[in-house]
């Protein structure tokens, strides 16, 4: 018998398989589709802007990548294909949610929960123009991985998907149970969401604005108090968000960067050496737009935004 809670198992027909949309056909969208396709009770289906030839999946270890394996995922480009899904996984960068309405505004997506698998602190905000916040799913993704071309995805890091302790987080936690994808249930969510946008705001800002790899952040001591007055920022805001971060936190973390080999760099500084445009409006961009909000001073996220703007090599407004 379906969980009480789980409104979009009760009216699923017994048997049939549950569908899934996941919508990006990128290094996350891949991932994902191809650890939930492993699961026999769900159809996966993987949209794209351009037709794909279908999806290979593999993993990097010590000797190199796996063979890659041909996932049994559906590749639509057409939002009007779609049939009834239960559930949707949003897997595009965050800068391009704006354009998400030819999928997410079809009668096929209407009912269906969205797991929103990006970066940054306003999953639900993003998702507003298209879904009522009770049907969106936060999601922290700590997995690595990379598009090697057209529906070719590398799992770099292994990791896991962590969603908040209400109906629709476990609904997604049991929807992957069968498969190796691992979802933890955490109760204290929003903490975890800052955690994280903490790591992203010193990781990814500084390597990048410095052009540096990220375990020297915690080797250089002028590095080591920027990046301390980042997290006291981050602590700030989000105690606005009635988020507590733990003390030790700039620290620690600082501590674990000291210790990476020389060659980790941090996604955003890849960005910028592959010419990609930044995420950073949904990272330092985020925690500076809450703090204005709430009245908090937040110079140095205002100061690594602004040079990160700069930076990108695709801005979202053209300068004049
Ligand atoms: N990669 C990682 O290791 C990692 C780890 C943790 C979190 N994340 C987060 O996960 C999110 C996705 O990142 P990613 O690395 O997977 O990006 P990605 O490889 O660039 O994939 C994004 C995909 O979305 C597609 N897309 C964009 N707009 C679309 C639309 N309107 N319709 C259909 N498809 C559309 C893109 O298509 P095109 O090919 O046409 O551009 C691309 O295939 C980001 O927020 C990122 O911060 C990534």
Redesign the pocket.
Known sequence: MPPPDSSAEAGHPPGAPRRVLV???????GLLGARLAESPALDVLV????SIPGLTFSRRGPTGDSPPVTVPVTPVVDPASLPPLEWVVV????Y?TA??GA?LGTPATAGARILV???GVEHRERMAPFADPTRVVPAI?T?????RGPGRVVQ?LDGLVRVPADDAGRDFARLAAPTSLRVEVVEDFVAALWTKLAYNVVGNSLTTITDLPVRELGRRPELRRIAAALVAEVRAVAATRHATLPPELAESMLDEFAAFPATVRS?MWQDLHAGRRF?HDAISGALVRVARLNKVDAPFSQMATDLLETLSPVRASPSP
């Open positions: 919508l990006g056909a990128g290094a996350i969208g949209a794209a802007r351009r897997a595009t960068k965050t391009d354009r998400l999928w698998a990006q970066n993704v997995y690595g991985a990379e598009r770099t996604s995420e």
